[in-house]
């Protein structure tokens, strides 16, 4: 299970870690391994009426592809990303852009579209070796923390993932219902 964790981790990382800028647009709904992907993106744009939602918590696991250590970068307030994790509460784009996950928000599929596009051709335009000398500096700036985050919650994972609150917590979302945990 190790070794698949830290497969899917670096699948997501490797987003993250491309000599080009990666240019997200999110319509609909954002969870689970969707948001972490568009937390490795470089830029995020959103339509109204997508909904974002960090569920692992609903499931009885910690968010271990990055979402919590990119989103903290990200997001610049502790206290909302810890709400959002710990509650696995569904948000919007507008609220996602209010906090800095989403760049933009465009009134529907076309706009976002067609923004995605002009954003990518202004990029396109530019000199190849400074784009990558911008990601390379701003990816220097974090990488440390992200990889030894994603270490932390892989080890951590792998001895939460073995308890009887994952298997409370996945027969109720089965029958739609609520899991019952006992305490610490």
């Known amino acids: 299970m190790s070794k698949k964790i ?11 870690r491309c000599r080009v ?3 997200a647009g999110v319509h609909g709904f ?13 830029i995020v744009y959103g339509s109204k009426g997508t909904r974002m939602s960090i569920k692992e918590v609903d499931v009885a696991m910690v968010a271990d592809l990055g979402t919590l250590q990119r989103i903290v970068l990200k ?17 919007s784009a507008e609220e996602a852009q209010t ?7 465009f009134n529907d599929k076309t706009e976002l579209e067609a923004a995605l ?11 190849p ?4 000398g911008i990601k390379k500096v701003l990816n220097f700036q974090n990488q440390t923390r992200i990889r030894e985050g994603l270490d932390y919650v892989q080890a951590l994972n792998m001895s939460l993932l073995f308890t009887d609150d994952v298997k409370k917590a996945g027969l109720a979302a089965l029958q739609k219902s609520k899991a019952l945990y006992p305490k610490l």
Do not use: H, Y
């Open 30 to 42: 954002c969870l689970g391994g969707a948001i972490d992907l568009i937390m490795a993106c470089d």
């Open 6 to 16: 830290r497969f899917l981790q670096e699948s997501i990382s490797s987003v993250e």
């Open 129 to 132: 070796i400074a784009i990558w």
């Open 99 to 105: 906090i800095g996950i989403v760049n933009q928000v």
């Open 75 to 91: 997001a610049g307030s502790d206290s909302k990303v810890r709400e959002l994790a710990l509650t696995g509460r569904e948000f």
């Open 21 to 23: 800028p990666v240019i």
């Open 117 to 127: 596009l002009r954003t990518a051709q202004t990029i396109a335009e530019k000199t």
